[in-house]
T-cell receptor, first 112, second 111 residues
Framework: ETGVTQSPTHLIKTRGQQVTLRCSSQ?????VSWYQQALGQGPQFIFQ???????GRGNFPPRFSGLQFPNYSSELNVNALELDDSALYLC???????????FGPGTRLTVL | DQQVKQNSPSLSVQEGRISILNCDYT??????FLWYKKYPAEGPTFLIS?????DKNEDGRFTVFLNKSAKHLSLHIVPSQPGDSAVYFC??????????FGAGTILRVKS
């Protein structure tokens, strides 16, 4: 059984650009959540998708947006990148809403 | 507003001894608590969880204790092994399956 995968592994962008990060959920999982982990901190909840609908959002501005596809894979889009967006972005999937979340390895985003 | 706090940034323990990692929370509405372990260049790995209606959950060498009146939980690892060296995150679940994480504790198990 394949776990949660994320792409790309690393990414370097400049301020003002836009970025798309991708996540493939674990097989059979219909819920995906995205987290931002800044250096020295714990992961912070960005938003969650359940069966292709946004199902909750943390304290992140609208330039953070997402999508979940019929195969339950997901994208995180960030527009107008700022230096503070530099972080590890983690995707987590769960078999169903409310179940334990299983994390992917993350995408390290650096904004210059 | 830090709802979940891990006050010890790091902990060093001798192999074979007990490791105790602590976590405090402020929100009484959390219904589930989880511990994740994270190695460098990997995502957090689920370790063990406990429902807010229980006070103890055990899985092999790992035991989590929950003290609701003190809003405190702890993870005990017995016996500690060098492979347990990692960053440990305490997380609490709110309505909507959102996880709120602490800042993590670096555990070093010395052989």
């Amino acid at each position: 059984e394949t776990g949660v995968t994320q792409s790309p592994t690393h990414l370097i962008k400049t301020r003002g650009q836009q970025v798309t990060l991708r996540c493939s959920s674990q097989s059979g999982h219909n819920t995906v959540s995205w987290y931002q982990q800044a250096l020295g901190q714990g992961p912070q909840f960005i938003f969650q998708y359940y069966r292709e609908e946004e199902n909750g959002r943390g304290n992140f501005p609208p330039r953070f947006s997402g999508l979940q596809f019929p195969n339950y894979s997901s994208e995180l889009n960030v527009n107008a990148l700022e230096l503070d967006d530099s972080a590890l972005y983690l995707c987590a999937s769960s078999p169903d809403w409310g179940d334990t979340q299983y994390f992917g390895p993350g995408t390290r985003l650096t904004v210059l | 507003d830090q709802q979940v706090k891990q006050n010890s940034p790091s902990l060093s323990v001798q192999e074979g001894r007990i490791s105790i990692l602590n976590c405090d929370y402020t929100n009484s509405m959390f219904d589930y608590f989880l511990w994740y372990k994270k190695y460098p260049a990997e995502g957090p790995t689920f370790l063990i969880s406990i429902s807010s209606i229980k006070d103890k959950n055990e899985d092999g060498r790992f035991t989590v204790f929950l003290n609701k009146s003190a809003k405190h939980l702890s993870l005990h690892i017995v016996p500690s092994q060098p492979g347990d060296s990692a960053v440990y995150f305490c997380a609490a679940r709110t309505y909507g399956n959102k996880l709120v994480f602490g800042a993590g504790t670096i555990l070093r198990v010395k052989s």
